[in-house]
């Protein structure tokens, strides 16, 4: 009996198998403009990826206000100017890290956009210059308490109105108001319970009453009307009951009338006159299910659709309100495949999938009985990859999309932003590829494998895989020149290495067939081609086997280890290798039953003798993984995440970084092959979900500032090396800044021709962001003093300010030297400021030295008694004084100080400052 693995891809298999039947070469699909730059990229979820755009994708909501229609994608806002109907332009597209999810909505009120995700978060985006998104401000509802998400809003004046509900527990809806006064600083107003069991609400606004509608279990729905006056403090003021077995779909205001749609076939229509008592003056039914979409004075636009067998189709019509007793039935158009519509004086903007491309159609009902489309844009190609992966400098891309999946190249000139090369149309929707060379080969869920030469991609050949008997599905594992390593699932899985050296006709070099429990496509590395065993497909926390094929010699195959993990790894529920390079492999595990999750690494540098390193315990599944360079890039929690994994040690894997993205998985499988649905190459992530989303690993920063050793800036302008090769020269102000530093351990070292700095270098450990410090001081100097002489020497500071040195060595017999370090302040003195004058005086005999010291007023800036300034030497321990032939000569008039010095040591200069003494409290 087939296990369940084998289940599961005989149907997915057929499946994809029972898609309408396609030409060898479909003709190509028409063109589609290219995708605008996102003009901002917010911050991602913990602050290490930055999403930077999105190619393709759907589009899933959308608002029009005046000359401009905002369409809400996934992960993107993008403005569209419709001034002309017959020729609206794309203007701006903005990115936007959030995920819609089924309660993601959206408003346009005034100058602002206003957008709730599955997540509760409020956005506000500012729309004064429609050609220039720009996100202002984020009001936090969700984290705001623990499990509160938004269902619904509505904006009105200074206030949004938000529905929100506690996901853990069932009836948990509250009204809260919000202050958006200051757009960048949304606040709580006040908030209020409202009775519901069932998270169906909708909600309208009018002057000072708030109209929202909710559902209990036995499906009764009725309206809760809240005063809103003091939005401080809102109250529950009336309800309207809409019935037995009633669920809203839709609640609008317009003048002094409620429409409400409370079941799929009867809209209601109620009086306004009395605010909070509403009375019921109308009702439409109809014979079928509609959707109210808006209302325009006493004209009501509804939706129907139609379903298979026949292609789905949006109709829209339109109802005459004049007399809410007696409504007439409009005017109906065919539109077309659709997402979502709104209504503006008397155009309906609709988006759709039309031809795999996503549309907006503007629709003309200013004469409702004879309505009609006046214009389809392409704003986006619909993208759903299932397969990515680099090669030289392109990304290669399987587009499944219906009825025509391709095979899409781009360049990667500028790896922010692919821009497409070539697409290939294939007949059949695509289960994996490689690229090797000039050739990339593209498997199929049946027995074709397609073979794209690269120079000319227009003309793919569709091969028939060589083998024997009936194939299921084929995986291409990787490719070595035109040697592809192929892994077969059939009556028998086996491996197999084919030669496509004659691409139209590959010949099998050699296979090997499996014969064990769950087998998952293998990965090759090394040499060797590794496989996963599960010992038992019965019990739980089965042993997991990893088994290696040498493929040295493709005609004899045969296996070189047989590694069993620990047993606290498991290898039950879904699990898949990644080879990071020839020396590592790394085994996801997903115990689904126990909300386990792993990532376990294999030093493979000895096939023969595989040797487990960490097990990294995961909070959610990985879909599929990328390797490059010393990081992993892992597609987790449904491809909703992007989570990078540090693996430059395997023995101490550790996440660095991680971000949310806007939509779900969309592979062709729940759980992926190496690379499948992720790729990264040199800091950038290419992920396949709704469109192609381009991420970057957030550059890392080391800033800091050079100073004099007084603490002022030093406008010199110093250069400041990285190991990583990186260098700036710091700004008048001192500052420096380097960014695009990679992870790990780097050293700074600053120089500047005269100067030499405190401390000479400084090595961080990135991330996180780091901040450096230098002082600034001038070269040391050294001299010979010949016997019976009297020598001065002079050392400038950086401010030019000398200190000078009167070196008596009359009594001295042989030549002595001398060695004087401008140095900073190395020790602190408490109750004393540090004036930037520090030095160490190395003798090599003793003899008498008088120091002369010239400050500045910036020096003493922080003295409390100039009068008291002092040359202090450091004894190793402790500050004591310096001076050893009779007391310092000071001279404010020409702000200098004199000292005499007998013995080598550190030295400075200080001034006593003002001292804040804080008491000490003790506890028990």
Known sequence: MPNLRRIMLLVTTWMLIALPAQAAVPPTPPAVPATPVASQSPASSDGSIDFVRRLGGRYVSMHVAGTTAYLLGDGVLMSVNITNPDQPVILDQMALALDLGFRG?????????????????FRIVDIHDPANLTLVGIYPVANEVANWITLNFHIQGNYGYLVTMDSSQIGMIKLRIINIVNPAEPVVAGMIDLPSEISDNKIAVAGDFVYITTVANDMTSWINIVSVADRHAPMIVGTTVLGEAASMHALEIEGQRLYAQSTPYALEVFDLAIPDQPSKIGTFDDQGPFGMLAVEGFRVYIKTLSFPPTPINLFIRTIDFTNPAAPVDGGMITVGPYFVHRVQDAYVYILGDNNDQITLSIVDFNNPGAPQIRSQMAVSVV?????????????????????????????????????????????????????????????????????IDLNSPAAPLAVTYPGPGMVLNIQIIGADGPRVYVYIVADEDRFEVLDFSTPNAPQVLGGFALDMYYWHPPVVAGGVAWFIQQQSTEVPWSTCIIRGIDLSDPASMHEIASFTLPETT????????????????????????????????????NPAQPVAQAALRLNSPIQSISTNDRYLYADMAGGV??????HSTPSRLFQVGSF?????????????????????????????????????????????????????PFAGGATISASSGASRTSAPDGGFRFQDLPRGTLTFTPNLSGYGFWPPQQTLDLPPNRWLEFQVTTAPLAASLPPGSITTLAVTDTQGLPTTFQLDASALSTTSSVAITPTPRLHTLAGWAFSGHGFELKLEQSLPVTTTIRYS??????????????????SGTTWEAAACAGPAVHTPATQTISVGLCQSGSYGLFAPTNQLFLPIVATQ
């Open 570 to 605: 498991g290898c039950y529920g879904a699990f898949q290798l990644a080879a990071a390079s020839d020396n590592a492999l790394y085994l996801t595990t997903a115990i689904y039953a126990s909300a386990y999750f792993s990532l376990q690494a294999i030093d493979i540098s």
């Open 660 to 712: 949310k993205l806007a939509v779900g998985y969309s592979g062709n499988s729940p759980i992926g092959g190496p690379g499948d649905g992720i790729v990264a190459h040199n800091g950038i992530i290419y992920h396949g979900s709704y469109g192609l989303s381009v991420l970057r690993a957030r550059t890392l920063l080391a800033s800091g500032t050079i100073r004099h050793a007084n603490g002022l």
């Open 857 to 874: 007023a910036a020096d003493v800036r922080l003295a409390r008694d100039l009068a008291a300034l002092e040359v202090w030497r450091w």
């Open 641 to 646: 995440e992007v989570v990078v994994f540090d």
């Open 383 to 451: 993208q759903r990859p299932s397969n990515l992966t680099i090669s030289g400098d392109s990304l290669y891309v399987i587009n499944n999309v219906r009825p025509l999946p391709t095979f899409q190249r781009y360049s990667l000139a500028n790896p922010l932003d692919p821009a497409p090369v070539s697409t290939t149309p294939l007949g059949h929707p695509a289960t994996s590829m490689v690229v090797s060379g000039e050739w990339a080969y593209v498997s199929t869920p049946s027995n074709t494998i397609y073979v």
């Open 105 to 121: 909505k959206f408003s346009v009120v005034d100058e602002y956009v206003y957008i709730i995700d599955q997540a509760g978060t």
